[in-house]
């Protein structure tokens, strides 16, 4: 079974998770975080929340739907807390939302999947999202894509380790190539040369230079071959993202998030999109007049 776009489990968590219904969670846990002191709950916990949410929810979740609902909330928060502290945008503080280029927000939402909707509407509860998840969010860094299942411990510990010790522009292998290529040729020059003093000193300052200068090219090398590669892929995938560019849900989804329609309006269009793929290019060729009556129609 192929794997679901973001868009889609996007739109798939809003249809289990109401927004007034992902408001009443949040109420829960943070009752819950104030009780305990800021403890994480277990899968009893989330029972009994499960419970709670009957009521108010006139619905009836299973714990593990709270507990990964509790899951992608606190990744969720980590993205947006990631993207308060950036400083190469603005800020709204009326409406809670980054102020940039569309150019910069592009290319941020490329590098961090699952925050675009971020640009329009913030973070719905921000205030409460910090006070359940500010303890166990204690970077910024711990992000994952809202559209992926809750990840496990190592995934999390590999996550906190890729943002706590970023590529300084030089790989394990090729620091290894590196090392290993002037101990070898270093410990090869200690035996090469004349017996003499004074020939054996200068035989080997320049052979020290030779093989350093050799290993730089070498890495120059392997780095280049990695950037080729890097760059050819990137080609591939600009030329596939333009053959599906067409019928993309997420395209569509990100034109519905710049119209700020109302959220039965969203989850609307948002299904009909998904279910027939042949509208999502009509939809994005439509003019914004014709977008916002063809939204009403479904809203009716």
């Excluded at 929810?57 to 990744?75: D, E, T």
Aim: aromatic share 8%; with cysteine.
């Amino acid at each position: 079974m192929p794997r679901k776009s973001q868009a889609e489990d996007e739109v798939e968590d809003m249809l289990i998770w109401p927004p007034p219904h992902a408001h009443q969670l949040l109420i829960l846990l943070e009752a819950f975080v104030q009780k305990t002191h800021g403890a994480i709950p277990n899968i009893k916990n989330f029972k009994v929340m499960a419970e709670k949410l009957l009521g108010p929810c006139a619905k009836r979740y299973r714990p593990a739907q709270v507990k990964s609902k509790y899951h992608r909330m606190r990744i969720i928060y980590g993205k947006f807390k990631k993207l308060i502290n950036h400083t190469g945008f603005g800020w709204d503080f009326d409406n809670n939302t980054p102020l940039c280029d569309t150019d910069v927000w592009d290319d941020y939402c490329k590098e961090n999947p699952g925050v675009n909707k971020f640009k329009y509407v913030g973070l719905p509860d921000y205030e409460m999202h910090k006070n359940v998840f500010e303890k166990s969010n204690a970077t910024s860094g711990l992000g994952y894509s809202s559209a992926n299942p809750p990840c496990d411990v190592d995934d999390e510990a590999d996550i906190e380790d890729r943002f706590l010790h970023p590529d300084n522009g030089r790989s394990d292998d090729d620091e290894e190539t590196f090392q290993d290529y002037i101990g070898g040729q270093h410990s090869e020059s200690k035996r090469v040369g004349p017996s003499s003093g004074r020939g054996r000193g200068r035989k080997k300052r320049t052979t020290d230079a030779d093989c350093i200068s050799a290993a730089m090219m070498e890495v120059a090398s392997a780095l280049k071959s990695r950037v080729d590669i890097s760059m050819a892929s990137q080609r591939l995938h600009s030329e596939t993202v333009n053959n599906e560019e067409e019928f993309s849900l997420a395209a569509c989804q990100k034109i519905v998030d710049s119209m700020g329609v109302t959220p039965t309006a969203y989850l609307k269009a948002m299904q009909y999109l998904m279910a027939n793929k042949e509208w999502r290019g009509v939809f994005r060729r439509m003019s914004e007049v014709l977008r916002w009556s063809w939204i009403a129609s479904l809203d009716c």
